[in-house]
């Protein structure tokens, strides 16, 4: 049978194109699947929108994130609504959308924080394109944990820039290479260079140590420390000398620690004023040591004195003076009292011996020393310059008036062809910060200025200025104890002394003494010559020699004498004898009970003692205390025959 070969060729194409549809449904069935199983394992959150807003499919990951699956959230409105509890952030939102939807903005992100179902919130990208004009397609991204990261880094360099731009010290970054990232505002403070002046750290280098050789040494240690902390992990910390903006030197405390980048952050402190408090503290207790060393030898010394000179004076009296002992007598007791002007000297400077005090004004003070001194130096111009209404000072004048005669003395051997002699007085308020290192209380003061046209001193001179036997004059010219006895008076007023001075610029000394509401008293002339009388006096010291020698002396001048050489035994003599003694010389330093304890055991036999206090050396505030207490005068060894016959009339003639 023969095929009819017209029908068989159409039945042919029609299998043809049925096997190549069914080809095309499987193709699509395999895209299909392929495309599920992308969106449902999608690490982005899908979400499928059709006509009116209705949600037509949401994946796995979007439930994950946002907890709603489909039956929760049907439409736009019900997602809105849930998504977006807060109204008027829900407004914000929804214009978002719709303007991203009517520009079919493909793939445009946005960023929304939604309220998930279980009641926490999060962060959101969102990503939206048009499929066609009936479909749309979201996709979102959770980058909670990521924009939690940025907002703690944020903070964080807010953080850091509010420090660094607070900070107290010096801080600057540099990158590995050297180049200067960021100096903050204190950086620029201390060195006066910005960022722009100062691009790497060669730069800075070359500008802040000028010097070569300490350049290279401040390298060498750069590079050590870098090591140090590549090694240990160690900051690299030192004290270096820089140069700053403008040509000033300053210390700075540097720090230097190497970041995880590479990055090299350092600080700089700026402690020139520490250290130069340091040296000034350093300075006083070291005039402190040598003020107790200095006092201590004035003390044994004038003991001695006062043996040689209490017999000298014996031996005048009993001597004609033309006899050929008589000069040399006189010439004793004129090294004698040579040698008590040193020991008195080195008293003051160790603060010891300050007890004839009282309200004094510095102005008339100043008028009567300026005045004789200027009657010895014709070529030198006085110049004054007195506050009318000048606050009362309590003061031993003697002492202070030695002080103003040494600086004057001092400012004619700095002037040798002459000058000027600048003299002031001023009230002042010193705070806290002022006095700190001069460890005195803040308060009123009256300033004395002692300013001369001079050479000027440097710096090495001024930092030993006040040490005793300190002296820029040639050997056997000086004996270097002037500024020093001035110190040590002035200190033991209670004040200050220092000096502003510059080579070939002249030299100023201050002096500030304490205030007092006290009214000034007049000076008053001693009367001259030997009192004698006849009272029964008991003195009191554990030196042998000087009570031998005041027994005569005592005796020469009509006393009874009795002679203890302790304080028990003084205590014990008096509570036999109190009827009887009128007045006691008793000596402040002594082994066992010193002159304080014993004072205040003889008050409590009688509260009206009369009591001399007589000592070779002694704390101000230990002889303070006694006088305050109601001691009637003090002595000071070596004192000659005049001097205790008077003081001694003045506490027995005293009503």
């Not at 509010?162 to 290479?177: F, Q, T």
């Not at 206090?613 to 704390?619: A, E, I, N």
Request: one cysteine or more; hydrophobic letters at 35%.
């Amino acid at each position: 049978m023969v095929k009819d070969k017209g029908t068989d060729e159409p039945n042919q194409e029609l299998a043809a194109l049925k096997k190549r549809v069914a080809e095309l449904e499987q193709t699509l069935q395999n895209e299909r699947e392929t495309f599920g199983t992308i969106i449902q394992k999608s690490p982005y959150g899908v979400l499928l929108l059709g006509e009116k807003g209705k949600f037509i499919y949401i994946n796995p990951e979007f439930v994950r994130v946002t907890g709603y699956a489909l039956e929760d959230v049907p439409t736009g409105k019900e997602w809105f609504r849930k998504a977006f509890p807060d109204g008027e952030y829900r407004k914000k939102v929804i214009e978002t959308w719709k303007s991203d939807m009517a520009a079919n903005v493909r793939g445009s992100a946005r960023v929304f924080h939604i309220a998930c179902r279980d009641g926490s919130t999060k962060v959101l990208e969102f990503r939206a394109a048009r499929i066609d004009e009936r479909r749309a397609m979201v996709m979102l991204t959770d980058i909670t944990d990521r924009k939690r990261i940025e907002y703690a880094l944020i903070e964080s360099e807010e953080r850091f820039r509010i420090l660094s731009d607070n900070s107290p010290v010096g801080i600057a970054l540099a990158r590995p290479d050297g180049v200067f990232e960021y100096l903050n505002p204190r950086f620029t403070e201390i060195f006066g260079y910005t960022i722009e002046d100062l691009p790497d750290n060669e730069t800075f280098l070359k500008r802040v140590f000028p010097n070569p050789s300490y350049r290279d040494l401040v390298r060498y240690f750069y590079r050590e420390d870098l090591e140090n902390f590549a090694k240990k992990r160690k900051v690299g910390e030192r004290v270096v000398t820089i140069r700053v903006r403008g040509g000033s030197d300053r210390i700075m405390h540097s720090r230097m620690v190497v970041l995880g980048n590479g990055k090299q952050l350092m600080t700089y402190e700026d402690i020139t004023d520490i250290k130069k408090m340091e040296a000034e503290l350093f300075h006083a207790q070291n005039m402190e040591a040598v003020a107790t060393l200095a006092g201590g030898i004035a003390h044994a010394f004038n003991n001695i004195l006062m043996g040689i000179q209490g017999y000298t004076a014996l031996m005048l009296s009993e001597t004609k003076a033309d006899h050929p002992a008589y000069g040399r007598l006189k010439r004793i007791e004129k090294q004698v009292k040579s040698g008590s002007d040193l020991t008195n000297q080195l008293l003051a400077f160790s603060s010891g011996g300050r007890y004839e005090v009282k309200p004094c004004n510095l102005n008339d003070i100043i008028e009567k020393t300026s005045n004789a001194f200027g009657q010895t130096r014709k070529d030198i111009t006085i110049h004054k310059s007195l506050e009318s209404d000048i606050w009362a000072v309590e003061i031993d004048q003697v002492q202070v008036e030695q002080v103003l005669v040494n600086l004057y003395v001092n400012a004619q051997q700095a002037m040798p062809r002459g000058g000027t002699l600048t003299l002031k007085t001023r009230n002042v308020t010193l705070d806290d910060a002022y006095v700190r290192n001069y460890k005195v209380k803040p308060g009123n003061y009256v300033m004395v200025s002692v300013t001369d046209t001079g050479m000027g001193i440097d710096e090495r001179t001024k930092e030993r200025i006040f040490e005793p036997f300190f002296t820029t004059r040639e050997m056997g010219r000086g004996r270097g104890l002037g500024l020093a006895s001035a110190y040590g008076i002035i200190r033991g007023h209670q004040g200050i002394i220092n000096i502003y001075s510059e080579e070939d610029q002249g030299t100023t000394f201050n002096l500030f003494l304490p205030a007092t509401d006290k009214a000034a008293v007049k000076e008053t002339v001693p009367p001259k010559g030997l009192l004698e009388g006849s009272e029964t006096i008991l003195f009191v010291d554990d030196e042998d020699v000087i009570i031998d020698v005041n027994r005569e002396i005592l005796e020469s001048l009509g006393y009874k004498v009795v002679a203890a050489k302790s304080g028990q035994e003084a205590i014990e003599v008096y509570r036999k004898l109190r009827g009887k003694i009128s007045l006691i010389i008793l000596d402040m330093i002594m082994p066992g009970m010193d002159g304080e304890a014993t004072y205040d055991s003889l008050r409590k036999i009688n509260d009206d003692v009369r009591v001399i206090l007589s000592s070779g050396y002694s704390k101000n505030e230990q002889a303070k205390a006694i006088l305050e207490k109601g001691c009637q005068a003090f002595i000071q060894k070596p004192f000659s025959i005049s001097d205790l016959s008077m003081t001694i009339r003045q506490v027995l003639d005293k009503k």
